[in-house]
């Protein structure tokens, strides 16, 4: 045991290189992407014209559970995240592979959801014969999916080019706004209607729900944690600046989309920022603006697919699920079965939903990890307050740890759990595939710990021999 343990010890860390401006950057281009393209029509369609009222409740959400990470990454400057943080907290490893099994599956049903995306409208535009969208969407994946295995190397390189490619579209987007409020177009007083099917709170609760979609992605930053050469100081600002410039766009585009198109055109639309584009005239191109979304949305659908299956590879690698999934293609060393895995599932997601749906059902995950997480922070934050457990250091980085509010996870908490309860007026479905795919989840679980456990008991009998 102890020679186990020090071979443990001297293996090699991460090296600590990332500054504070390039957590920034990351946490911004993790958020942007295929949310704020395709699901604004969406929210529109929940809420009438008032659409940036959603967008800045689920950014004021948003900040509620990102006051848990940023306390529990400066006490836990490592890369597994939530799961880790459950872990700490509650020490029951079938939570624990609950919370990072959800993790994973609310990245394949958004990468699902912007397969479904890249099959509407923007795609419409650029070509000049109609193609099926579930047909599109599994093209989509087949070529997400050939770059996923060619390697990371080469998936970081493409990520780094479309992040900047998506950002510009919603910078074109808001120049038309301020464009158009200059030359007195438009009908700013829209932005200010809210239409619901039924009482307001509801509908706006579920304009919410999927608003938040397009906030996700702050949360994957905290994989960097390990990687940052002073997390306790820079994190928490990385992680707020970010989620404020994310939002203060994402608020600048949904009013000036409710400013310039009607609110029935956008709730019909699968691509409602190519209808500013095609209203404000010769401004821009509406099929170069296209060509933008469709790489926002193969963004969203890489960085997604990139985190599913390593998390399923390193999940084997633990022999926490069954060993087959951690198998790495010999010439590529990409774990092949882990993407073969996660993209059959992306497949069969985008043939059995819509992209309301599977946006929705990627929010449904993630705000029950947001729960896990934000009661983790004050569980651990009492067992630290009596001596039980201490935080870890970081050489070089003296800073004050951050502390949330103790009333900031409460809340976060709470609001998680209200979003996502059937308050939001989430279709049954939505319960039902999230159930499914956990239930998967469950199911490698059980028959991985029977198969191990035969494992173990056949060497302890080989031993016993010997």
Do not use: C
Request: aromatic content about 8%; overall charge neutral; proline content about 4%.
């Amino acid at each position: 045991m102890a020679q186990s343990a020090q071979v443990t010890d001297q293996q090699p860390t991460l090296k600590r290189s990332i500054g504070r401006r390039v957590l920034l950057l990351f946490v911004v281009g993790d958020i942007l992407g295929a949310g704020i393209y395709a699901l604004t029509g969406t929210v529109a369609a929940e809420v009438g014209g008032a659409i940036w009222l959603p967008f800045l409740l689920a950014f004021v959400l948003a900040a509620l559970t990102a006051t848990a990470y940023a306390e529990l990454v400066a006490r836990y400057p490592r890369a597994a995240g939530a799961a880790l943080y459950a872990n700490r907290a509650f020490r029951r490893p079938f939570l624990t592979f609950l919370v990072a099994f959800a993790v994973m599956m609310s990245g394949i049903t958004s990468a699902s959801a912007a397969a479904r995306a890249f099959g509407g409208d923007y795609l419409a535009e650029l070509l000049p014969f109609g193609v099926p969208t579930l047909v599109a969407a599994w093209v989509f994946l087949g070529l997400i999916t050939l770059v996923n295995v060619r390697g990371v190397s080469e998936s970081v390189r493409v990520n780094v080019v479309l992040t900047l490619i998506e950002a510009s579209g919603l910078l074109v987007i808001i120049g038309i706004g301020v464009s158009a409020l200059v030359r007195g177009q438009g009908d700013p007083g829209r932005a200010l209607e809210i239409e619901t099917a039924g009482p307001a709170w509801i509908g706006v609760l579920g304009g919410t729900a999927l608003a938040f979609y397009a906030l996700l992605g702050f949360e994957d930053s905290v994989n960097l944690a390990e990687e940052s050469q002073h997390p306790r100081r820079d994190f928490p600002r990385a992680l707020f600046g970010g989620l404020a410039i994310a939002g203060a766009i994402y608020l600048a585009v949904a009013f000036t989309t409710s400013m310039l198109v009607e609110t029935e055109v956008l709730a019909d639309s699968t691509g409602p920022l190519l209808e500013v584009v095609k209203v404000a005239g010769l401004v821009f191109p509406p099929w170069l603006f296209a060509l933008i979304a469709l790489l926002a949305v193969m963004n969203t659908a890489l960085i997604n697919m990139m985190m599913a299956s390593r998390l399923v590879y390193g999940m084997s690698r633990e022999r926490i699920v069954p060993a087959f999934l951690g198998r790495v293609h010999a010439g590529r060393r990409t774990p092949i079965t882990a993407i073969a895995f996660t993209v059959l599932l992306a497949l069969t997601l985008t043939a059995t939903g819509d992209l309301g749906d599977l946006a929705d059902t990627t929010v449904l995950l993630l705000l029950l990890v947001f729960a896990v997480v934000n009661v983790a922070v004050l569980v651990l934050r009492r067992r630290r307050d009596a001596g039980d457990d201490r935080p870890e250091r970081v050489e070089g980085d003296s800073a004050r740890a951050f502390r949330a509010p103790t009333w900031a996870p409460a809340l976060g908490a709470v609001v998680s759990l209200v979003l996502a309860s059937p308050l939001t007026g989430r279709e049954g479905g939505v319960y039902l595939r999230a159930a499914v795919l956990l239930g998967i989840g469950v199911v490698l679980y059980v028959v991985n710990r029977l198969v191990v456990g035969k494992v173990d008991t056949d060497a302890e009998r080989v031993d016993a021999r010997d």
